[in-house]
């Protein structure tokens, strides 16, 4: 054995040893990234469905004689009916508030055409996660969008969307948590057609 041992090149015996080294490190990066996705995957489609309700009128809001850009009455109405989903964003009230306040470009929108959004429902299809690196994470979530409104003169209708969500997340206080959202139903001249 002693014989052997000398008559092997210890560089490549440092070499094999690196190789395995190198790929056994890549199959528990893979295996770990997998899991993340997993959980990522699942975090994205509850918070598609749980994040429906923002974009339907509050009961008690009087939504025709908003004056949309003039005020900020409906942005406090969303903040409120926005804390039951705070457990999905980083624990910082700015970023919170600077997601819900995007949401008022859907209301401005319908607004515009005089119809008030009462329901709206989201089913999440498709959900990708983009990238997943050194605590940080985007999901794009394709989903349909169901929102149903009553215009001004009191008719009914609904409005059916493809909806495309990204999602960042970051990792932070050993959980995935929401630092930006980006929406189709935030609105914008391409997807409204304006």
């Not at 206080?173 to 409204?192: N, R, T």
Request: aromatic content about 14%.
């Amino acid at each position: 054995m002693r014989k052997w041992w000398k008559d092997v090149n210890r560089g490549i015996v440092l070499l094999i040893i690196a190789i395995i080294a190198v790929i056994s490190y890549l199959i528990a990066d893979t295996i770990h990234n997998n899991k993340e996705k997993k959980v990522l995957k699942e975090i994205a489609a509850q918070y598609t469905i749980d994040s429906a309700p923002l974009f339907t009128t509050p009961e008690d809001f009087d939504f025709f004689s908003w004056n949309g850009a003039y005020t900020d009455s409906l942005s406090e109405e969303l903040y409120s009916r926005a804390k039951p989903l705070d457990h999905y964003y980083v624990d910082n009230e700015t970023v919170r508030h600077q997601e819900i306040d995007k949401i008022q470009q859907f209301f401005m929108y319908y607004y515009n055409q005089q119809y008030c959004p009462v329901s709206c429902t989201k089913s999440p299809g498709n959900i990708e996660i983009t990238q997943i690196y050194n605590g940080s994470a985007t999901a794009v979530v394709k989903s349909v969008s169901k929102i149903e409104y009553i215009s001004s003169d009191g008719s009914r209708g609904v409005d059916e969307r493809n909806t495309t969500d990204t999602l960042q997340f970051l990792y932070t206080g050993g959980e995935w948590k929401l630092v930006q959202v980006s929406s189709d139903l935030y609105g914008g001249e391409d997807y409204y057609g304006l």
